[in-house]
């Protein structure tokens, strides 16, 4: 775990489905962006809630039914793409990063 801690701290943001790195990602102050089942467990509340009282920088994007995840899907991606939009290129080296040689 405490690689997966280390690897997560150097990331802008973590996408994941209910697992135990949504936990750490969350717990370690990341941004973490949950890609839920709709069926999901207690601890994340009910349907429509989207954020987390455990996790403040913890977005759920929940299924709207069980097994669809279209919707999930294109929530992630409008979100993603407005945040690239907001907080500039993928490919612009985040503080205190060196940018790759081309």
């Not at 069926?39 to 009282?53: H, K, M």
């Not at 929940?62 to 992630?76: K, L």
Request: glycine letters at 8%; proline letters at 6%.
């Amino acid at each position: 775990m405490a690689n997966t801690a280390a690897l997560v701290q150097g990331l802008d943001l973590v996408i994941s489905v209910d697992s135990a790195v949504a936990h750490l990602a969350g717990a370690l102050g990341r941004p973490v962006w949950l890609l839920n089942r709709f069926d999901s467990c207690w601890r994340w509340l009910e349907a429509g809630v989207e954020t987390s009282p455990w996790y403040p920088n913890l977005t759920q994007f929940r299924q709207p039914a069980a097994g669809e995840w279209g919707p999930v899907m294109a929530a992630v991606t409008t979100r993603l793409a407005e945040e690239i939009r907001i907080h500039g290129a993928a490919d612009k080296p985040a503080a205190g990063r060196k940018a790759a040689k081309r």
